[in-house]
């Protein structure tokens, strides 16, 4: 596999597979620009994982590899279908400049922006799950633009509106036991820095999976 996520025997199906998924992400919700890079200022940022922020160029953002695209199209698979027809459209970029992982609007188009190295050592640690859960997270953010579902507290801030919505995709996506466990664990060592504690986002995730029709 590529750079971004840990290099693997991969059977010559599963490639003639991934091809074919690739061709079918190119017209997906998330919309990933084709030939030229954003070069506005930023003008808001609704969410970041690690430090970074204050030296992200958004002239040096890359296109994502196929293999962050896979795992983003799948998040997408998920939740689209909760918000069709009126999902939100976003870019997904990837930048050695950005944090960790960031979710910024530019001009009123929204973008999801990852260093490559922390995708790398996500998939390390947590796999496919961990990537899936952290990638839910953000698209999480965007989804608030067409408003709470009715089974979110009224209470939660937006940190935990995101968590129930990576909740809600892996319900959706129909993760394993194994992918579950790993999202949640790559959710837990990446906090934001205006996450509350721990045990009330379980909670929230755990919420947002049940009420998506997921079971354990």
Same mark, same amino acid.
């Given at each position: 596999?590529?750079?971004d996520?840990?290099?693997?025997?991969?059977?010559?199906?599963?490639?003639?597979?991934?091809?074919?998924?690739?061709?079918?992400?190119?017209?997906?919700?998330?919309?990933?620009?084709?030939?030229?890079?954003?070069?506005?200022?930023?003008?808001?940022?609704?969410?970041?994982?690690?430090?970074?922020?204050?030296?992200?160029? !958004?002239?040096?953002?890359?296109?994502?590899?196929?293999? +962050?695209?896979?795992? =983003?199209?799948?998040?997408?698979?998920g939740?689209?279908?909760?918000?069709?027809?009126?999902?939100?459209?976003? #870019?997904?970029?990837?930048?050695?400049? +950005? #944090?960790?992982?960031?979710?910024?609007v530019?001009? @009123?188009? !929204?973008?999801?922006?990852?260093?490559?190295?922390?995708?790398?050592?996500?998939?390390?640690?947590?796999?496919?799950?961990?990537?899936?859960?952290?990638?839910?997270?953000?698209?999480?953010? #965007?989804?608030? =633009?067409?408003?709470? #579902?009715?089974?979110?507290?009224?209470?939660?801030?937006?940190?935990?509106? !995101?968590? =129930?919505? +990576?909740?809600?995709?892996?319900?959706?996506?129909?993760?394993?036991?194994?992918?579950?466990?790993n999202?949640? =664990?790559?959710?837990?060592?990446?906090?934001?820095?205006?996450?509350?504690?721990?045990?009330?986002?379980?909670? !929230?995730?755990?919420? @947002?999976?049940?009420?998506?029709?997921?079971?354990?």
């Open positions: 596999m590529s750079s996520v840990k290099r693997g025997v991969t059977t010559e199906t599963q490639r003639t597979q991934r091809r074919r998924l690739l061709c079918v992400l190119c017209v997906s919700v998330v919309t990933l620009l084709s030939n030229i890079v954003l070069t506005v200022p930023i003008d808001q940022i609704l969410c970041t994982l690690g430090p970074g922020t204050t030296t992200y160029n !958004a002239y040096s953002d890359e296109r994502p590899t196929p293999d +962050a695209m896979e795992l =983003a199209g799948k998040v997408n698979g939740l689209g279908s909760i918000c069709r027809p009126n999902c939100p459209t976003m #870019a997904m970029f990837r930048n050695k400049s +950005a #944090a960790d992982l960031m979710l910024l530019t001009s @009123g188009q !929204a973008k999801i922006v990852y260093k490559p190295e922390f995708f790398t050592s996500v998939y390390d640690k947590y796999g496919e799950g961990g990537i899936l859960a952290l990638i839910a997270h953000e698209v999480g953010h #965007a989804m608030e =633009a067409n408003g709470t #579902a009715k089974w979110m507290k009224p209470g939660w801030n937006p940190e935990l509106r !995101a968590d =129930a919505w +990576a909740g809600c995709a892996f319900a959706k996506i129909n993760v394993t036991s194994k992918e579950f466990q999202g949640m =664990a790559a959710l837990q060592a990446n906090p934001s820095l205006s996450h509350p504690d721990w045990m009330t986002r379980r909670s !929230a995730i755990q919420i @947002g999976y049940e009420q998506c029709g997921g079971h354990r």
